[in-house]
């Protein structure tokens, strides 16, 4: 029996011919990642190994991304924790103010994954990186420090779901709403310890946004990792940014998948997942009248630079509704510059909404942007779990850049048509 491409790239780095599903192994890994809440947990458990380095300065990273800038006391001593230890170890990749963004945005922009890789990381949406044709997982803040020591990490072999994409997208349908229909039609336990691999026809329609989004949210569904099949658009993406030589890995043609889903691009529509799970999903044009009181676009999932031009094209010239408070907050320091350089910032700020440096921020309650009792917010977040932006009793709807921007003009969950 053939392998998939999470089982080759898995069996490439634990120097095996092959591995098979339920299969535990020791694997290299590429890319150990933490961030300032993650981090000082695993600091902890490193320091009980009495090192004095890690096992490769360059392949550990830290980004203060969750509460930097620092929002209280506490804040500012996770980070100081995470600044002490990276000077100590001589850390390569260490990410703070002025130079740091949402931290599955900033690795792809800053080359240090790519195909082929297996990346561990101390933050559930590690899996961002499938997008490029890597291995890449969320774990726990122990075996962050293992994987710091040692530079290995244990697996237990994946099952595996395939996503054979087909057709092209529709304006203003992105990958957000694929991954939300997806989300929607096999529940948060659908691809639970499973791969999630894409591949088909359709993948030419995604761009690699529309993928990092998508991978991001595989654990959404319960997924191990999500992982996208290497084309033309994957290299030329790790070629811009500079990214190391790749190394590409494809299924074989008698790789064995639990379950086969075939997915039409061009039947999907604009869509929204409804509070308290990203499952709970429907259709914009489906739904009735939800008014809203904050909007926020950013994130992990999609605050690239692509994510912001749709937004500013639907918000140019208008307003947002009185009362809506409109947040945008760029995933990195470089596509802040890049949205300033285009006159994006502008077109927010003239529209009623602010603008804030890179930050996770308001996504896991943190701060900037957390709703009061009774509120609703459209996010383009990844989670919409009970309490998730705030008070308990406030109501979080996943949408994508297009949505929440038509939204914040109505000032109620709306299609991005009824406002162009």
């Known amino acids: ?16 011919d092959s591995v098979s599903v339920g299969q535990l192994i020791l694997a290299d890994v590429d890319m150990v990642l933490g961030n300032d809440i993650t981090s000082p947990v695993a600091i902890r458990e490193y320091r009980r190994l009495n090192l004095d380095r890690v096992f490769d300065k360059k392949k550990v990273a830290m980004v203060m991304d969750h509460f930097a800038p620092n929002k209280d006391i506490k804040a500012a ?15 390569a990749n260490y990410y703070d103010v002025g130079e740091m963004g949402v931290e599955h945005a900033l690795l792809p922009e800053q080359g240090l994954v790519t195909s082929g890789d297996v990346v561990i990381g101390a933050d559930s949406h590690t899996c961002t990186y499938g997008a490029l044709g890597a291995f890449s997982t969320g774990v726990g803040s122990t075996d962050m420090a293992c994987g710091m020591a040692t530079g290995k990490a244990w697996f237990k072999v994946p099952a595996a779901l395939r996503f054979n994409l087909t057709g092209k997208l ?50 959404e569904a319960g997924g191990k990792n999500g992982i996208f099949e290497v084309d033309e658009k994957t290299l030329a993406f790790l070629k811009e940014v500079e990214a190391k030589e790749p190394k590409i890995y494809a299924a074989d043609v008698d790789a064995e998948y639990e379950k086969v889903y075939d997915i039409c691009l061009n039947d999907i529509k604009p869509t929204v997942a409804f509070p308290h799970l990203p499952e709970n999903t429907h259709t914009v044009d489906s739904i009735d009248e939800v008014k809203i009181d904050q909007v926020v676009i950013g994130s992990c999932t999609n605050g690239r630079l692509e994510d912001l031009v749709i937004a500013a094209e639907i918000l140019k010239g208008k307003k947002v509704k009185k009362g809506v408070r409109t947040i945008v907050i760029p995933a990195t320091q470089k596509i802040y510059l890049q949205a300033m350089e285009l006159g994006l910032l502008k077109t927010f700020i003239d529209a009623g909404a602010v603008v804030s440096t890179p930050t996770c921020g308001p996504c896991l309650g943190g701060h900037m942007g957390i709703l009061a009792e009774g509120e609703r917010a459209v996010a383009t977040t990844n989670r919409n779990f009970v309490g998730r932006m705030g008070h308990p009793k406030s109501e979080v709807y996943l949408a994508s850049p297009a949505v929440a921007a038509a939204s914040a003009i109505t000032g109620k969950i709306s299609l991005p048509e009824e406002v162009m």
Do not use: P, W
């Open 1 to 16: 029996m053939g392998m998939t491409m999470t089982q080759k790239i898995l069996a490439a780095h634990a120097g095996q």
């Open 170 to 219: 529709n304006k203003y349908v992105s990958g957000k709403d694929v991954i939300l229909h997806i989300i929607g039609m096999i529940g948060v336990d659908g691809a639970l310890y499973r791969s999630m691999e894409f591949g088909g026809d359709g993948l030419a329609s995604l761009s690699v946004s529309d993928r990092l989004c998508m991978a991001n949210m595989a654990i």
């Open 77 to 91: 001593e996770q980070c100081k924790m995470c600044r002490c230890f990276a000077g100590e170890m001589d850390l």
